[in-house]
């Protein structure tokens, strides 16, 4: 079985638990972390009416890598419904200086293979 086809098909995944990555630009680290210090009310408000709870943002700051997660009964359908909300738009417009490419603010979502209840 190749590893495509493992992660995919594994017991281990959850639907309910997500964790992606971004690179933040080095010299905007002090400013990308301020502005979640500072998260529009509107925006917190859609990401909990889109049913995700217990998110998180990690991040490395030698090099800007930021590790998100993020439960909800249906992650896939949590990350499209925000997809659809407005303000995420608007949140998105104002982060993506923030980000490097390649994927300049489109997170890379990791497959989970174990857990550990």
Known sequence: MDLDT???????RSPGRACFLLRVRPERLDEYVEEHQHVWAEMRAALTRCGW???SLFLRPDDGLVVGYFEADDTE????AMGDEE??????ASMAAYFQSPGG???EVLRQYFYLA
Do not use: C, F, S
């Open 87 to 92: 303000v995420d738009a608007r949140w998105q």
């Open 77 to 80: 359908a949590a990350m499209r």
């Open 53 to 55: 709870r217990h998110y």
């Open 6 to 12: 493992q992660l995919a098909t594994t017991d281990q």
């Open 105 to 107: 603010g489109t997170p």
